[in-house]
């Protein structure tokens, strides 16, 4: 189903055509407009207990009344969620708000004819208390990166606001008022993190019966909340794909340069000429992930959740690995790594514990993108006879698009093997976690071609860079002859 920005000219338009489409709104998360041969009808959809559960809200509402009335029936559920699941429950939910609509009095209901879902107990649980709990949570489930930016985005001053609230007392307008007044100071990006954490949030705080009574909320509130559109200036970041000519750049600029410390350089060289991720660089194990199979030198990186606890081993390499040969151009910088990091259980160890008390592990993967941050290039300048430095302008994730889309063209690559060696989701377990020396021998002349690629590009950027500082000099050292000559005259 399409999602459509809705207006009220566009409904009314579309249900003049008559043509059987059902709309999604991108407003308002839950609500649609349903049209048929013959009839039309607003509608929300919505999951509870895992069931899809669809409800018409009828025809007589324009499209703002029909927003609202998907808010109050998202609070109302937030007590009950008897509200949707019943149909009975639902239909004289429905008539009081039609009857609202049409200025009728309400009629006080005396006796439930449906046994009704008991209500939970009220909770004093604050939204901090809530959050603080969540957070915990996902400190124990995901990276702690991501606990990080989660506990980060509850925390602006926004956000606040609701601190000291009761979690299940808090409702879908009140968290809008705090999104759109994230919006509206050009935090639009931040906006977006903090609805998506809010959500997850609330999602959790009812994921489980103990939750739900904890917290007393039955349902996800928030989810009827839809992301707020971001302006169009800065909306589009340029993706990267380095080109040949760059990728020589950056080989040159980390073999080159001596402004920064070794196993730096060594890490980003070894990135660049593995094309895998930063954190699977730096958590590299010196001994433990570096192998040598059938006459290949292999680099096996653990998987970041495994499906055994217990690691058995398959010709010597543990099962449930991410394998990447290591062609003689990538295996010398390992080994120099190796050399550098002495008795290190890591590659790349850290040069201290990151927090007092802790054990020093290995170098944290910032440290790439730092570097990359700092690499540049020389191009002549006439108000400097050293040339001007400029930046190469390329992050570290940018090396896996090169090899995917650069080399992948140059080389004539299928989709199959750029995603052996990105590890990217490809064949099914036995083939990509068993099968381990086939693996290899299928990655092994893809690897070697990359590197013997990237040797090109590093190669002739060598040269020309040799060629230009030899020109520069030249014209340097005339400037300095004749400047010396004009000074004796």
């Not at 954190?279 to 096996?300: K, L, N, P, Q």
Request: net charge positive; hydrophobic share 40%.
């Amino acid at each position: 189903m399409p999602l459509v920005n809705l207006t009220q000219t566009l409904v009314d338009r579309k249900i003049g055509e008559g043509d059987p489409i059902e709309l999604v709104d991108d407003r308002r998360n839950g609500l649609s407009l349903r049209i048929r041969a013959t009839d039309w009808t607003w509608c929300f959809r919505r999951t509870i207990n895992g069931k899809d559960l669809r409800r018409d809200l009828g025809k007589q509402w324009t499209l703002k009344e029909a927003r609202d009335l998907v808010i109050a029936l998202a609070n109302d559920a937030q007590a009950s969620s008897h509200v949707i699941s019943d149909p009975t429950s639902f239909a004289r939910w429905m008539s009081r708000h039609i009857d609202a609509k049409a200025g009728l009095p309400r009629v006080i209901e005396v006796a439930d004819p449906v046994p009704a879902q008991p209500l939970l107990p009220a909770s004093s649980k604050t939204f901090l208390q809530a959050s603080e709990a969540w957070i915990a949570h996902v400190e124990d489930t995901r990276k702690p990166k991501t606990a990080i930016g989660y506990a980060g985005n509850l925390n602006i001053k926004e956000v606040r606001t609701l601190h000291e609230r009761i979690a299940c007392t808090i409702t879908v307008e009140e968290v809008e008022e705090v999104i759109e007044a994230i919006h509206a100071r050009k935090a639009q990006r931040q906006a977006q993190l903090t609805l998506v954490c809010i959500r997850r949030l609330y999602g959790w705080m009812s994921s489980t019966t103990r939750l739900r009574k904890l917290y007393g909320i039955t349902g996800n509130p928030m989810a009827v909340i839809r992301q707020l559109e971001r302006s169009r200036a800065g909306t589009y970041r340029k993706i990267g794909v380095p080109t040949g000519p760059e990728i020589g750049k950056i080989v040159h600029w980390l073999m080159s340069t001596r402004d920064y410390p070794e196993r730096d350089l060594l890490a980003a060289l070894m990135l660049v000429y593995t094309c895998q991720r930063r954190e699977s660089v730096v958590s590299t194990r010196r001994i433990d992930d570096m192998h040598e199979v059938a006459g290949y030198a292999v680099w096996a990186i653990p998987p970041a959740h495994r499906k055994t606890v217990e690691e058995a081993a398959r010709r010597g390499i543990p099962v449930g690995v991410h394998a990447i040969p290591l062609p003689p151009s990538a295996w010398a910088h390992v080994e120099n790594a190796k050399d550098l990091a002495g008795d290190s259980d890591w590659l790349f160890p850290a040069e201290r514990a990151r927090r007092e008390g802790a054990e020093a592990t290995h170098m944290h993967a910032d440290t790439i993108t730092h570097l990359f941050h700092k690499m540049t290039y020389t191009i002549d300048d006439d108000d400097n006879d050293d040339g001007k430095e400029i930046p190469i302008g390329v992050k570290p994730h940018d090396i896996r698009r090169a090899f995917g889309t650069t080399f992948g063209q140059y080389a004539e690559l299928d989709n199959e093997e750029i995603q052996r060696i990105l590890d990217h989701r490809v064949g099914t377990v036995t083939t990509k976690h068993y099968s381990f020396l086939p693996q290899v021998k299928k990655k092994f002349p893809t690897m070697l071609g990359w590197c013997e690629w990237v040797d090109k590009w590093y190669a002739t950027e060598k040269a020309q860079a040799e060629v230009a500082d030899r020109e520069r000099a030249k014209r340097k050292a005339a400037k300095e002859v004749a400047k010396f000559a004009k000074d004796a005259e």
